[in-house]
């Protein structure tokens, strides 16, 4: 039996992958990435993203902290909607030393972030938050990725920008996009680098009893 996917404020149906859902779960993402992520587990989940202006850092607040404040209230505004779902929300942000990168705010600023991370380790922090309000359940972590980029020539960076792919992207690429070029090596999870940390939502969903096996293969 295939997949049938329906992305964007819909249900998405999978018949694929090691689990089942055993609960409303809703994705409070619109990013394809995530919902491509979490498709694999052979889940069924509804996607309704949050509406949350992000606001910038406070000063001197941490950049996991940060990624964890924006995952708790992506979460929160859903749940609100939905009290008997378990809802999943996430943040990723990339870090230069202390540094939070956004997404760019243009082909420039795009351009900037690149040559600042290029020939450097940066990190890939990626803030999750797992809540049911009717079952008064909060899961929230963080997990990290360490990433070292290659150094290249100003005019294959733009050549990159000008593909499109690095408009919406947190540091300005995709790493399992066009991106992958740029990335000499990763240290830790590579799901968290493309936005949720696919090893630790499963076990914590599995922990709480929203996913389960499929009846013929539970013990």
Known sequence: MGTHIHYKDSSIFSFQGPFRSAADIILASAS?????LLTTLGISFQ??????KEPDPEPKQKPEDYALHLADAKAFEVADQKHSAVVIAADTIVVLDQTIMGKPRSRANALE??????????????????????KKVRESFFCETSVKMVSVEDHILRQ??????????A??????GLGGFLIK??????????????????TKLFQLHAITLPEKDAP
């Open 47 to 52: 996607v309704i993203p949050a509406k949350l």
């Open 32 to 36: 394809p990435r995530r919902q491509s």
């Open 171 to 176: 540091g300005a690429y995709a790493i399992q």
């Open 185 to 202: 090596s990763i240290q830790g999870s590579y799901t968290n680098v493309v936005g949720l940390p696919l090893a630790e939502v499963w």
């Open 160 to 169: 990159y920008i000008d593909t499109g792919e690095t408009d919406d992207k």
């Open 113 to 134: 972030m690149l040559k600042n991370l290029q020939g450097n380790t940066h990190r890939v922090i990626t803030a999750v938050s797992i809540l049911c309000r009717q």
